[in-house]
């Protein structure tokens, strides 16, 4: 197995990311500067310049980042929809680890700031959009598809599943963190709101026993 050496100028881009990640999540775009990113990076103002020009660019970055850690989520919807997962209740996995992954405090604090510079940089949001939302959309809707044609599910449009999925699972939680600026459910209230939302879905799209 090879082993992946981080170099120097990675793991410096790694920090100032990090960094830069939490100053903007606590002081929005305009409240950040760059010699904050750097305090928080125990850096130079210069070395944070040399690894990013400006205060956009970095904060491309920091949600491009962020987007391509829809990897692991992506990797589950994968592993627990395959068909032997699914009959031993993948779905409810999946629709649990689903809503406490994307209902996480961070996450969603950087979500509203996306939202609210989508005006200024729409090309952010629809890169976030796309590599996390859409992806996973995309994935979810492709296992539907799988496991309609082995006769589990009964999907005639499987991408319109997905959304239906994805709308009886974060439609009320999420919007209630969004507007409300904070995320007021516990875990496990969060999980007894997938189970249900799971039961809903396979009452619509579930096989009936004749």
Request: charged residues 25%; aromatic residues 8%.
């Amino acid at each position: 197995m090879e082993i992946t050496v981080e170099t120097r100028s990675a793991r410096k881009d790694r920090e100032i990311i990090e960094a830069a990640t939490a100053a903007f999540i606590a002081k929005g775009y305009d409240g950040t500067s760059m010699e904050e990113i750097a305090t928080r990076a125990g850096a130079s103002k210069q070395t944070v310049y040399k690894h990013f020009k400006d205060k956009e660019t970095l904060f491309s970055e920091v949600v491009e980042s962020t987007a391509s850690q829809t990897n692991d989520v992506v990797e589950s919807v994968t592993m627990l929809l395959s068909e032997a997962k699914f009959l031993e209740g993948g779905l409810q996995q999946l629709a649990r680890r689903l809503t406490t992954t994307l209902m996480n405090d961070e996450l969603l604090r950087l979500r509203r700031l996306i939202i609210a510079n989508a005006d200024r940089m729409p090309q952010l949001g629809r890169s976030w959009y796309d590599k996390g939302f859409e992806r996973m959309l995309v994935s979810v809707g492709a296992c539907f598809q799988k496991l309609t044609s082995r006769g589990l599910l009964q999907t005639p449009d499987p991408r319109l599943a997905a959304s239906h999925f994805f709308g009886m699972l974060l439609w009320i939680p999420m919007n209630e963190a969004m507007f409300t600026g904070s995320n007021p459910r516990s875990k496990a209230d969060l999980e007894r709101h997938a189970d249900a939302s799971v039961e809903a879905f396979l009452a619509a799209y579930g096989v009936r026993s004749k």
